[in-house]
Structures are given as structure tokens and as C-alpha cells.
């Protein structure tokens, strides 16, 4: 089903919630006060049509279906907290209008991908063109690793609304750990290393390793990026190792090593 298609079948459901809305009935909630409710039952046959949709388009990974999951468990139908459901669809529709959330396998966007991935390829130009400042004026000098994070975190916003950066991981070996960045409507962490003259290939492997294990834990984690910067060339031809972590964790994982050598 294309784009267009799932937008009609979502614009019905949203006319299906407006009505219900359009129907709330008043009722007394006390003495001298009274209140507007809705048909619980209509509502909740509504809202589990809605999320079987997004469920069967692999959509409900978006922010909107996960707050429209919050209102499974309401005890009252209110018409105010039925709006807010049915707004939650009028956003997603939206969203999906605008390309900001894309109809696609596990609800990722190709193209948002590509940004990711250009994002590390100009990373480097990036960082050299802060260097130059009218008047010599203070900038942004990449000396280490939250530096890197930094500058990232900037460019990431520029593509993705929902960048949550040092987000908890589940435990792994006996405590748990803060990742650097997770897009979760793209189910993508992005872990970020710069490198330094005592880092060998052999040690960055190993950290990799380390970090794709635990990562594998998330449940919001479907793929890895893993941006290690290395503006000095410290790792020389890296290549083979990159390869090798890629083809050994069945596409989870994708390494950018940059600049290029």
C-alpha cells in the first residue's frame, strides 16, 4: 500500500473519531456540576482500529502511536482526553503528509537514513569551516570526544526532530550504560568515537564489539551507526576491520570511520 492509500485510510478513521467527538453527551458528575463524555465503547473500537492500521504499515514505532497506546487504559471516555486521541491521528496524518514520518518497512525512511549518512560524510568539512571565523573570533574546536557529540547533536537536529542524546541502556554485564544519541522514530542509535594517539585499531575493535552487544539489549535499537571520528589519521587503512564487525552482525551495525584516508 502506498502513501496515499494508508493517508485515506487514516483521513477515515480520523472523520470515525471526529464524529465521536461531535456526539459527546452531557452528564452529571455531582450535584452541581456536569461534564462531557463520549461512548467508551465507540472510542476504544476506534482507537484499536487506528493501531491495528499503524501496526499492520509498521507505524507503531512513531511518537503518535505511542501516545495514542496511552489511552488503551482510560476509565472515563471525557471528551477533552478523546480529543487529544483524535489529535494525535490529525498530527501523525500530518507527519506522514510532510514526510516526516515515511509508510516503509519498520516505519524507517530511506531517505532519512541518507541524511544520517551524509551528515557523517560532511562531518569533517564541517568541523574545518568552524575553524575559520570573522575577526578570529571563538568557535568550536573538535579536541575530543563530547566535542564530536556536540557538533553532532547540531547537525542531527537539522534532519530529525526526536534526538535524545545519553538515553539509559538496558543492563549489560552487571550495570547499565548511557548512549550517545537515539533516533526513536528511526529505532537507530548512534554511537560516537574520536580517536587519539593511543587508541590502536585493535582497541577500537574491541570497544565496538563491546558496544554492539550491549546495544543488541534495546528495545528501541534495530540498527547501529557507529561515527568514529579520526581527523588525525591515527588508524590508518581501517578497512578490513570495518568490514569485518559489519558482515559479522548481520547488517545491525554500520561503521563510518571519517575522514577518509
Not at 514526510?99 to 560532511?122: A, H, R
Not at 549489560?172 to 574520536?194: H, N, P, S, W
Not at 585493535?202 to 565496538?208: C, S
Not at 534495530?222 to 561515527?227: E, G, P
Amino acid at each position: 500500500m502506498n502513501k496515499d492509500e494508508v493517508l485515506n485510510k487514516l483521513k477515515e478513521l480520523l472523520s470515525k473519531g471526529e464524529i465521536i467527538v461531535a456526539k459527546a453527551f452531557q452528564r452529571q458528575t455531582s450535584s452541581f456540576t456536569s461534564d462531557y463524555f463520549c461512548d467508551k465503547a465507540k472510542f476504544l473500537s476506534w482507537l484499536s482500529a487506528v493501531l491495528t492500521v499503524l501496526k499492520n504499515f509498521e507505524l507503531q514505532h512513531t511518537e503518535y502511536a505511542e501516545r495514542l497506546e496511552k489511552y488503551k487504559g482510560i476509565t472515563l471516555a471525557r471528551r477533552p482526553l478523546v480529543n487529544e486521541a483524535v489529535q494525535q491521528l490529525d498530527g501523525l496524518i500530518g507527519a506522514i503528509e510532510q514526510d516526516d514520518v515515511v509508510v516503509g518497512k519498520s516505519g524507517i525512511c530511506e531517505s532519512s537514513l541518507n541524511d544520517l549518512e551524509n551528515i557523517f560524510n560532511k562531518f569533517a568539512r564541517v568541523a574545518r569551516q568552524l575553524r575559520t571565523r570573522h575577526d578570529n573570533r571563538e568557535t568550536l574546536t573538535i579536541k575530543d570526544e563530547y566535542d564530536v557529540q556536540d557538533l553532532l547533536h547540531a547537525l542531527l537536529v537539522l534532519h530529525f526532530d526526536d534526538v535524545r542524546d545519553e538515553e539509559w541502556t538496558p543492563s549489560y554485564a552487571g550495570g547499565c550504560e548511557r548512549m550517545d544519541f537515539l533516533l526513536k522514530d528511526l529505532q537507530t542509535v548512534i554511537e560516537v568515537k574520536k580517536t587519539r594517539p593511543s587508541m590502536s585499531k585493535k582497541e577500537l575493535g574491541e570497544e565496538l564489539i563491546v558496544d554492539i552487544e550491549k546495544y543488541k539489549a534495546h528495545p528501541d535499537c534495530k540498527q547501529l551507526y557507529c561515527f568514529v571520528y579520526d581527523p588525525d589519521g591515527y588508524l590508518g587503512n581501517s578497512i578490513g576491520m570495518k568490514n569485518d564487525l559489519e558482515k559479522n552482525h548481520d547488517g545491525f551495525v554500520k561503521i563510518f570511520i571519517k575522514p577518509e584516508i
